[in-house]
């Protein structure tokens, strides 16, 4: 496994483009999913600046904080709250262009103004999301959720 992340420029289509041959690469010969998710959070975070980037797992009906980049967040997300409930209840991703436009949006940073929720399947199963938010509006697009998508297939290969 490589111990640094290389040096990534360009547009975001070339930066995930280089990134997801290295996220692979660190996960692939870890079996802990705490570690995978603590390293690809990190990746993540430093390549693109985001304002927090991280994983909440789903743990006895809840989402439950996990590895995470940013600053202090919430610990515990019912399921169909905020924006990480609600992905893992319809079991897909939501893009929100404007944190205050999506109803029920849970602000653990007033900072936060955009933000992608990608969920991560295990044997179809969510088992954890994938929560990136950004300082601000509009960050998110189709090209993350094409890329973030792939990121999570990488967390939990048996599907
Ligand atoms: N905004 C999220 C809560 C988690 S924080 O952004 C880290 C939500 O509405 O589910």
Request: glycine share 8%; charged share 20%; proline share 3%.
């Given at each position: 496994m490589a111990e640094q992340l290389d040096i990534i420029e360009?547009?975001?289509?070339?930066r995930y483009e280089a990134l997801l041959p290295q996220?692979?690469?660190v996960v692939?010969?870890?079996?802990?999913?705490?570690?995978?998710?603590?390293?690809?959070?990190?990746?993540?975070?430093?390549?693109?600046?985001?304002?927090?980037?991280?994983?909440?797992?789903?743990?006895n009906e809840q989402l439950?904080?996990?590895?995470?980049?940013?600053?202090?967040?919430?610990?515990?997300i019912k399921k169909g709250k905020g924006v990480c409930g609600t992905a893992w209840q319809e079991e897909k991703t939501i893009v929100v262009p404007d944190v205050d436009a999506f109803p029920g949006h849970i602000a653990c940073s007033s900072a936060s103004r955009s933000e992608i929720v990608v969920p991560v399947f295990e044997n179809n199963q969510v088992v954890a999301?994938?929560?990136?938010?950004?300082?601000?509006?509009?960050t998110f697009d189709a090209t993350d959720q094409f890329w973030l998508e792939k990121v999570a297939a990488l967390l939990c290969p048996k599907q």
């Open positions: 360009g547009t975001k289509e070339e996220i692979a690469s692939e010969d870890e079996t802990d999913t705490i570690a995978k998710m603590a390293n690809v959070a990190a990746m993540l975070h430093e390549t693109f600046g985001f304002w927090w980037t991280g994983f909440y797992r789903v743990k439950v904080l996990g590895p995470f980049q940013g600053p202090l967040a919430c610990t515990r999301v994938l929560d990136i938010d950004s300082a601000q509006l509009n």
